[in-house]
């Protein structure tokens, strides 16, 4: 499954940053999700609680950030935000899409008590 080991690495980069800065607990982690990153917030939740468990950090708040993506057609050149129960061009119902915004996933904020 995708989103686990996503939770994998980011807890090893977790755990990477909280040892280079001498933090012994951390409060909460804020990650920020792209629309069109392919990743479900909801299963990534899951996922951060179960490779956590058992953890120091599975009292950690894991706090997830929606960012819309945006996306060019190709067809006419519109430029918008993409709502991925309709994968078309708003102008001209273009299939022709390529992302711009919104494919990543990124660690936003570590916050230590
Ligand atoms: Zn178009």
Known sequence: MHELGICDAMLKMVRGIAKENELNSIQKITVEVG???????????????????????????????????????????????????????????????????GKDLTLKEILAT
Do not use: H, M, Y
């Not at 951060?48 to 993506?69: C, P």
């Open 35 to 101: 629309s069109l990153s392919g990743v479900v917030p909801s299963f990534l939740s899951d996922c951060w609680v179960a490779v956590t468990d058992g953890t120091e950090l599975q009292e950690t708040e894991f706090v997830i950030e929606t960012l819309d993506g945006t996306a060019k057609c190709l067809d006419c050149g519109l430029e918008f935000t993409a709502n991925l129960d309709d994968l078309s061009c708003p102008e001209c119902r273009g299939k022709k899409l390529v992302p711009l915004t």
